[in-house]
């Protein structure tokens, strides 16, 4: 089962291990907090307590999230700068609207409560909701477009214009991220919160998991069935395992387990997304000769050495704060725990207690 | 149309746009938490005030700081694909670094302090935001590495025609890295000393204006009480303080300045000689200096041409006095680099594209680096100026306040921006003045380890794309800068009250207390 590991070289096989592992941390976290803000949509929150509500379930914990993608983006780049040079130069107008909707998702959870002005929260809460979709459209398509290759000549340039990447890979695994999220979003709520609002969660997520689960399904299978090896076979049955428990946790009704069971879903299926890739990273297209790999792509021994202590010391300190804020932050959350919204200019003009 | 130019525009924009949000991040992230230190030891109400209200603003700055560095990490690779590639190997692991040991602490950290007020301990709730405080400053020492080794690359040796690692510690200490990243804290420690300093003096003025303070028959100040937006004595204390410590926090952010700034100037003459000689070609030229000299304290860099001049080989170069025959030091070094790096670019279309074999000029954009070296010194200079004004006002504890001019007041807001310019100034003149390298040849090293600009950018990306992306970036930069200027001058007029709603508020009437509200929503 781990033969084909056998041929390959240790430290890059490693980092694609630690990229997997930062893209996968992304992939689950930001997952529930992306489908969070896409629930912020008025086709699922009632009214505005609820969409504070909902954005107060993710407030403290959506920036630490995010940082698993800029460290995701990093370490690809400290430890296979060909990889990321090819992949991020390859989907350039893509990754600008990403970017563009990490932006205005970004600074609308910060502002949107800052002005108490029907228009100004509703263009906030529009540029969470859509830029969560538009985010988790986008890095669900990069990740498939990574595992299903590009047209890349010999130098790792993309060839055939600026939109050579359209392909049914982009719907398959935009659809995959946003289908995850929203059911870990609807999780995460269904756990997070109490009242009415957890039960519509509950009852959404029971009724929509086979549904939103299908596009990441047939990703994983795809990926088997081109490139998979008995242990990414393994990873797939686990993942499957994880999904029905997860359904099956989550209709007896315990909400934590169910929660775990779909993050571990996420984990063995992306994972087994990126064992079937191995060891490539980024296939070409159009020759096998160009194909990006663990090898080809990589940094030296020695840089990968040094970060492979930075990793040592730094993923252990990191897993044990982030636990800790999600302790700290356990609560469940009402609409009645939400205060009631301000505005700073009115607030100068009352008189002190 | 032109990618290599247009990419070029966008990082520049770019960068500087995420420059005028990070330095307010790091100072006043340190000044905030002084605050908050000083209330929990002290448990004066005033501090509790000045954390909860320069913390506001902090955060409603910070989030754009974060959003633009998205952008900052992204287009190294979208636009830049051939740099990314030929330095990965050493470039990379800093970045890396950054994410993992600086920015996951800033962001996790950050979100307990913002939403741990009455949940956690005030001791730990003040470690946190001391912890995301002093992330932001480790992340900074990582991004000033990346940036340093760009400008004098060290810890590398050719393997296969690319720079390979080869020594770690020698890139985290790279010597340009330990004077740059202090000068880039001291401006930044300058850029929220400046921000203390406007906002505190509006408020004071504002105060005075209202009626609220009077000056008595002594001549000294009489602080009053308006019960509405609760403008009480307290709130006089808040914002007398913060002027006083904002003075003196940006005077220590430019003594930084200058005397890093100094040691700096010294590398520099060795490692880029070309880039000193672009910025102090004119500074022997009559009139043109002289009044720098007179008016600034950017006479001292002239001194330090003089002091530089001790150093033995630099001395032909420097000996030329004047602009019209320091034309000189530059013809001087200019065969120097042509022999050690070549007059023409290679022959190489894939690599250069339609500059392939063109020749290359040595000498950056004098103007930019003229000007730029001028005005960043100026601006830090006339900035420090105003802080010893604002000190001199305020000398006499319990007596003064600030005059009733309001053209002072306006001076004071506008004057907020003289050490954001000058950061911005200091940037564009140290990354404009390494051209036409993107990653500059360090002399002492192997002459083969250099990239021109010219073959950074990404080859398979075409011009259209990069102008997309400037545009659409550039518009929503525009729009951002707007919002953010907005919320902040909105919170400003409102003042303490914006942070600390409990202070007008009646917790009968807007929340009943048998409800358990969160202390802080968003």
């Known amino acids: 089962m781990f033969d084909f590991f056998a041929d390959q070289p240790l430290l890059p096989t490693i980092w694609f291990a630690v990229v997997g592992f930062f893209w996968i941390g992304y992939i689950t976290l930001d997952g529930f907090d992306l489908g969070v803000g896409m629930l912020m949509s008025r086709l699922f929150a009632k009214n505005e307590k609820e969409r504070r509500l909902l954005l107060n379930t993710i407030g403290p914990v959506w920036d630490g999230n995010e940082v698993w993608l800029v460290t995701a983006g990093a370490a690809t780049f400290a430890a296979f700068p060909l990889w990321y040079a090819s992949l991020f130069s390859a989907l350039y107008i893509p990754l600008t609207l990403t970017l563009i909707a990490l932006i205005f998702r970004a600074v609308g959870i910060e502002y949107r409560g800052k002005k108490d002005s029907a228009r100004w929260i509703a263009g906030w809460n529009l540029a969470i909701s859509l830029g969560s979709l538009v985010i988790a459209f986008m890095i669900g398509a990069l990740l498939a477009l990574t595992s299903t290759g590009l047209p890349l000549n010999a130098n790792g340039d993309r060839v055939g214009g600026a939109f050579a990447w359209v392909t049914p890979a982009v719907l398959m695994g935009g659809l995959a991220m946003v289908g995850l999220s929203l059911v870990m979003g609807l999780a995460f709520v269904a756990l997070k919160t109490d009242g009415e609002i957890r039960h519509r969660a509950h009852t959404l997520l029971l009724r929509l998991l086979p549904l939103l689960l299908l596009p990441v399904t047939g990703w994983v299978l795809y990926l088997q069935f081109t490139s998979g090896k008995a242990l990414s076979w393994a990873f797939t049955v686990v993942a499957a395992i994880a999904a029905v428990g997860a359904w099956t946790l989550l209709k007896a009704g315990h909400e934590g387990k169910g929660f775990a069971a779909l993050a571990s879903f996420t984990v063995f299926g992306v994972s087994a997304i990126f064992l079937a890739l191995y060891p490539n990273v980024l296939p070409s297209t159009l020759n096998e000769a160009h194909h990006l790999t663990i090898s080809s792509a990589s940094s030296s021994d020695y840089t990968l050495t040094v970060m492979s202590w930075v990793a040592i010391f730094g993923v252990p300190i990191l897993l044990i704060y982030q636990s800790w804020t999600y302790w700290v932050f356990r609560q469940r959350l009402t609409v009645d725990h939400i205060p009631t919204a301000h505005d700073v200019t009115e607030l100068a003009r009352r008189i002190s207690k | ?522």
């Open chain 2, 1 to 522: 149309m032109d990618p290599l130019e247009i990419a070029r525009w966008q990082f520049g924009i770019t960068t500087v746009y995420h420059f005028m949000m990070v330095p307010l991040t790091l100072g006043l992230g340190a000044v905030v938490t002084g605050f908050y230190i000083a209330y929990i030891r002290t448990n004066k109400p005033e501090y509790k005030r000045m954390t909860k209200f320069w913390g506001k603003l902090y955060l409603i700055n910070f989030i754009m700081g974060v959003a633009t560095g998205l952008v900052q990490e992204f287009q190294f690779g979208m636009a830049w694909s051939e740099y990314s590639r030929f330095v990965g190997d050493v470039f990379g692991a800093p970045l890396a670094m950054e994410g993992l040991l600086a920015f996951f602490v800033e962001s996790t950290f950050l979100g307990l302090w913002i939403f741990g007020w009455d949940k956690l301990k005030p001791k730990i709730h003040a470690a946190c935001l001391f912890m995301a405080v002093a992330a932001s400053w480790l992340s900074a020492y990582f991004i000033i590495v990346a940036n340093s080794w760009m400008q004098h690359p060290v810890g590398v040796e050719m393997v296969d025609g690319r720079p390979v690692l080869n020594d770690v510690w020698a890139v985290l200490t790279n010597n340009t890295a330990m004077v740059a990243y202090p000068h880039a804290l001291a401006g930044a420690v300058q850029v929220a000393g400046g921000f203390l300093v406007g906002i505190a003096w509006y408020k004071l003025w504002k105060r005075r204006r209202d009626g609220v303070d009077t000056i008595g028959e002594n001549g000294k100040v009489v602080v009053g009480q308006q019960v509405e937006g609760a403008r009480d004595t307290t709130d006089f204390t808040v914002w007398f303080k913060s002027l006083r410590i904002g003075a003196m926090v940006g005077l220590i952010g430019f003594l930084g300045t200058a005397f890093t700034g100094h040691s700096q100037a010294q590398l520099m003459i060795e490692q880029q000689p070309m880039k000193m000689a672009a910025a102090e070609a004119a500074c022997h030229d009559g009139t043109g200096f002289s009044v720098l000299s007179l008016s600034s304290p950017g006479a001292q860099n002239c001194d330090e041409v003089q002091a530089i001049l001790e150093i033995p080989g630099l001395l032909s170069f420097l000996a030329y006095e004047d602009f019209t025959t320091n034309v000189a030091g530059i013809t001087t070094l200019m065969p120097i680099y042509e022999e050690t790096y070549g007059t023409h670019l290679p022959d190489d279309p894939e690599l250069y594209g339609e500059r392939a074999g063109s020749e290359i000029d040595y000498l950056p954009l004098m103007e930019v680096t003229y000007y730029g070296f001028r005005g960043m010194i100026t601006l830090g200079g006339v900035s420090a100026l105003s802080f010893l004004y604002v000190l001199w006002v305020t000398r006499k504890k319990g007596e003064g306040t600030v005059p009733e001019a309001k053209w002072i007041s306006n001076l004071a807001i506008a004057g907020i921006l003289a050490p954001f310019g000058a950061n911005i100034l200091g940037w564009v003149f140290t990354e404009m003045g390494r051209q036409p390298f993107v990653v500059a040849p360090n002399p002492d090293g192997n002459p083969a380890i250099l990239m021109f600009t010219a073959a950074a950018v990404s080859p398979g990306v075409s011009g259209f794309e990069i102008l997309f992306s400037l545009v659409s970036l550039a518009l929503v930069y525009a729009a951002l800068m707007v919002v953010e200027i907005y919320l902040l001058a909105k919170y400003v007029k409102a003042g303490v009250v914006a942070a600390m709603p409990e202070l007008v508020e009646d917790p009968h009437q807007d929340d009943h207390d048998d409800r358990d509200v969160l202390a802080f929503a968003y």
